[in-house]
């Protein structure tokens, strides 16, 4: 999944901070995905994985309330919460996020 089809599934406001990067740069990565860091392309491959995990079983809507909603599996924390910050895609807690979105598709 490219940025511009998180983009639409996401929304700005929601993709911009999960990938820790203002709107503006949001923007600006739509129109030109070759402006993409290695950081953010490497959130942006692991956002991807997570919605693909989520489409079989989500509505759009409902893929972008199951980043805000507390989740027992993360010790009551939010997807969003634990996906803010300086994180990596290879980092304990990001692993769990990601973990717990492909146990839904093996539903």
């Known amino acids: 999944m490219n940025i511009s089809m998180l983009h639409v599934l996401l929304g700005e406001e929601l993709l911009a901070s999960l990938l820790g990067i203002t ?10 995905p070759h402006t993409l860091t290695g950081q953010t392309t490497d959130r942006l491959n692991l956002l991807s994985a997570i919605c693909h995990n989520l489409q079989g079983s989500y509505t759009r809507d409902g893929i972008r ?8 599996q993360l010790k009551n924390k939010r997807p969003i919460d634990i996906l803010k910050g300086d994180w990596w895609p290879r ?17």
């Not at 709107?23 to 030109?32: A, E, G, I, K």
């Open 23 to 32: 709107r503006q740069d949001l923007r600006r990565h739509v129109v030109s």
């Open 65 to 72: 309330g199951w980043f805000v909603r507390e989740r027992y």
């Open 91 to 107: 980092d304990p807690d990001i692993l769990l996020v990601l973990e717990l979105s492909a146990s839904l598709r093996e539903r």
